[in-house]
């Protein structure tokens, strides 16, 4: 056998062995891709089955308990936490002012931050959720996160802050875990969708607590809402 035969029979099994351990490794990551997609899939299905169980108070002819856990919906509901945060920056000064006007910039980053993932991931409610929940627009038809999880973890931390009274600082807590806990309990969320939402609202609050607006940054939102309030008053006036 000539020197040039053999040179050509090595590369043909140096080419062969390359394609085989490429097959080899392509094959591999369709195992670990399918491993990881059946993880995923597994995951997801859990989620749903004891998030179904843990819904004890989904349907209205559950108990009369289900009217207290409407009523933590509420309280955790943008609106009410938007229009007091508004409100507060009106009507006080100093470090109350500061304080509601750093709530208010909380809450605005959360109504985008959620907006944003139920938009992307448009993950459909529990199908046994029922439709009456509390002053809910179209990106609500969407579970995840659990938008009153975020908010009530990202309100209660920065409440947490300012408050110095132990006791009202443990009530705070206890009432953003009901907000959280009820979301299951009404079925209207997953499991899974309340967890990532009480990380997302305490994210939220870190985010808060390093921009936190300075005093004198917040009396100047507090005239530019004044003169937005006045503005639309004179519009409606004559509208009329």
Same mark, same amino acid.
């Given at each position: 056998?000539?020197?040039?035969?053999?040179?050509?029979?090595?590369?043909?099994?140096?080419?062969?062995?390359?394609?085989?351990?490429?097959?080899?490794?392509?094959?591999?990551?369709?195992?670990?891709?399918?491993?990881?997609?059946?993880?995923?899939?597994?995951?997801?299905?859990?989620?749903?089955?004891?998030?179904?169980?843990?819904?004890?108070?989904?349907?209205?002819?559950?108990?009369?308990?289900?009217?207290?856990?409407?009523?933590?919906?509420?309280?955790?509901?943008?609106?009410?936490?938007?229009?007091?945060?508004?409100?507060?920056?009106?009507?006080?000064?100093?470090?109350?002012?500061?304080?509601?006007?750093?709530?208010?910039?909380?809450?605005?980053?959360?109504?985008?931050?959620?907006?944003?993932?139920?938009?992307?991931?448009?993950?459909?409610?529990?199908?046994?959720?029922?439709?009456?929940?509390?002053?809910?627009?179209?990106?609500?038809?969407?579970?995840?996160?659990?938008?009153?999880?975020?908010?009530?973890?990202?309100?209660?931390?920065?409440?947490?802050?300012?408050?110095?009274? #132990?006791?009202?600082?443990?009530?705070?807590?206890?009432?953003?875990?009901?907000?959280?806990?009820?979301?299951?309990?009404?079925?209207?969320?997953?499991?899974?969708?309340?967890?990532?939402?009480?990380?997302?609202?305490?994210?939220?609050?870190?985010?808060?607590?390093?921009?936190?607006?300075?005093? #004198?940054?917040?009396?100047?939102?507090?005239?530019?809402?004044?003169?937005?309030?006045?503005?639309?008053?004179?519009?409606?006036?004559?509208?009329?």
């Amino acid at each position: 056998m000539t020197s040039t035969n053999v040179s050509i029979q090595s590369k043909r099994q140096e080419k062969s062995t390359s394609s085989s351990a490429t097959k080899t490794d392509n094959e591999k990551t369709k195992v670990l891709q399918l491993h990881e997609v059946n993880v995923t899939e597994y995951l997801l299905q859990l989620d749903i089955e004891l998030s179904e169980k843990l819904s004890f108070f989904a349907t209205k002819d559950s108990s009369s308990w289900r009217y207290l856990l409407v009523l933590l919906e509420i309280s955790g509901h943008g609106v009410p936490w938007i229009a007091a945060a508004v409100l507060g920056v009106l009507i006080t000064r100093g470090t109350s002012q500061q304080f509601a006007c750093n709530m208010l910039l909380g809450l605005l980053l959360d109504l985008i931050v959620v907006g944003t993932f139920k938009v992307v991931f448009r993950r459909k409610r529990p199908i046994y959720n029922e439709k009456d929940m509390f002053a809910t627009v179209s990106v609500d038809q969407y579970s995840f996160p659990s938008g009153h999880s975020t908010r009530a973890a990202m309100v209660a931390g920065i409440i947490g802050t300012y408050v110095t009274n #132990q006791t009202n600082m443990v009530l705070v807590f206890l009432w953003a875990v009901c907000v959280a806990s009820s979301r299951v309990l009404l079925g209207r969320h997953h499991i899974f969708d309340v967890i990532f939402g009480v990380v997302i609202g305490l994210a939220q609050f870190g985010v808060i607590m390093v921009v936190w607006l300075p005093e #004198q940054l917040c009396h100047s939102i507090k005239q530019s809402l004044y003169s937005l309030v006045t503005n639309l008053n004179h519009n409606s006036l004559e509208a009329s």
